[in-house]
């Protein structure tokens, strides 16, 4: 009996990751569908064409890596530990993202302090941040403005991801990152349970505040890291 019940268990987590996989990897596939629409103009310059070339790459890279990052999952200890330039990964989010954004209206600000170092996996932040901020983009149907802000509070990093959307009600903010929980007709409720497995297995935490018809803040803080000091 009890080697059916660990079956059982095995097989569940099974399927809750293989779904994650499907979602996150959908985010990068929705990005580079983007930057194949907006080639299929024969008036890009030629510039903005190897950017989109260059960052749609890059997405296809990174859903290889979301994949390894889930079977990486399954045993922790492989996942990478070094020194995470905040502001590279905070920028490059930004960039991936823009094509979206724009599509939907979205003005994406981001404000960085320099010299901002966190202990962790580089592709996991990249993750967690591209999973808030997709959220927020889809919580302003009809545009608006996403703040990025990133700083330094006494011994922690500070990440802010902000946006003016439909925000929550108490219920749902209750529920937030709770498995399955999706307000959306296609959502699978498991992008932020996973975001907040990565942000906790990196020593960090989330704080949600939000208002209905105003917007959604989801504050990220880390432990700091000294640059290029080995990780605990
Ligand atoms: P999904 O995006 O597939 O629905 P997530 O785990 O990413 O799954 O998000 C779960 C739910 O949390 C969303 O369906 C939505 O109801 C709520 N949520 C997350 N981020 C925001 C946000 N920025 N503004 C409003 N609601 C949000
Ligand atoms: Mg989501």
């Known amino acids: ?28 596939l929705t990005v580079v569908r983007g930057f194949l629409q907006l080639l299929q103009s024969d008036q ?35 996942s990478r530990l070094e020194t995470i330039d905040v502001a590279e990964r905070v920028e490059h989010a930004a960039a ?26 580089p592709e996991q932040l990249s993750q967690v941040l591209m999973n808030l901020v997709k959220n927020g983009i889809e919580a ?13 509070r006494g011994q922690n990093v500070k990440i802010d991801i902000i946006d003016n959307g439909v925000g929550m009600s ?11 929980f999706s307000t959306k007709q296609n959502g699978t409720g498991l992008g932020l349970m996973v975001t907040y497995q990565i942000i906790h297995s990196m020593q960090g935490t989330v704080q949600v505040k939000s208002v209905p018809g105003k917007g959604t803040q989801f504050m990220l803080t880390f432990p700091q890291n000294e640059k290029n000091a080995l990780p605990d």
């Open 44 to 78: 890009i310059p030629a510039e903005k064409r190897h950017m989109f070339l260059k960052l749609g790459i890059d997405e296809l890279d990174r859903s290889e890596t979301i994949i390894s990052n889930y079977l990486a999952f399954a045993k922790p200890q492989s």
């Open 140 to 152: 302003m149907p009809n545009g608006g403005t996403l703040h990025m802000n990133a700083y330094k």
């Open 1 to 28: 009996l009890r080697f059916e019940i660990q079956q059982a268990e095995k097989l569940r987590i099974m399927g809750q990751l293989a779904a994650s996989i499907a979602h996150e990897v959908r985010n990068p």
């Open 170 to 180: 108490e219920a749902e903010l209750e529920r937030v990152g709770t498995p399955y």
């Open 96 to 121: 991936i993202i823009s094509s979206y954004a724009t599509l939907q209206n979205v003005e994406i600000k981001h404000q960085i302090a320099q010299g901002l170092y966190i202990a962790g996996d």
